[in-house]
């Protein structure tokens, strides 16, 4: 019903910045929360950064300062600029969204995820 495509993932030096994109496509009626997440080898995913519809940002202790989400609400897209990147940034990032389809029902949808690898 609703689809979360990522993209922008990738190898980058220690220091060194990338921006990940998420576009939310399908049976959309409202999206009241977009956000990403991360899952490192061997540990759970977590949250990284979570922007609610007309709400606040809400980021994760480890990259506050670092890294900054946005919207473009007429898109159904969000972004997570990524700056002075570290190697414990390593991870699979995905997309997550909390959406209200037209079928209204309301479901938390998930991207494919994105590898970003922080290395020198």
């Known amino acids: 019903q609703v689809q979360l495509v990522e993209s922008g993932g990738g190898l980058v030096q220690p220091g060194g910045s990338l921006r990940l994109s998420c576009v939310a496509s399908?049976?959309?009626?409202?999206?009241?929360?977009m956000g990403w997440y991360r899952q490192a080898p061997g540990k759970q995913r977590e949250l990284v950064a979570a922007?609610?519809?007309?709400?606040?940002?809400n980021y994760a202790d480890s990259v506050k300062g670092r890294f900054t989400i946005s919207r473009d609400n007429a898109k159904n897209t969000v972004y997570l600029q990524m700056n002075s990147l570290k190697p414990e940034d390593t991870a699979v990032y995905y997309c997550?969204?909390?959406?209200?389809?037209?079928?209204?029902?309301?479901?938390?949808?998930w991207g494919q995820g994105t590898q970003v690898t922080v290395s020198s």
């Open positions: 399908g049976s959309i009626f409202n999206i009241y929360v």
């Open positions: 922007l609610p519809t007309g709400g606040s940002t």
């Open positions: 997550n969204a909390d959406v209200r389809t037209i079928f209204f029902n309301r479901n938390n949808y």
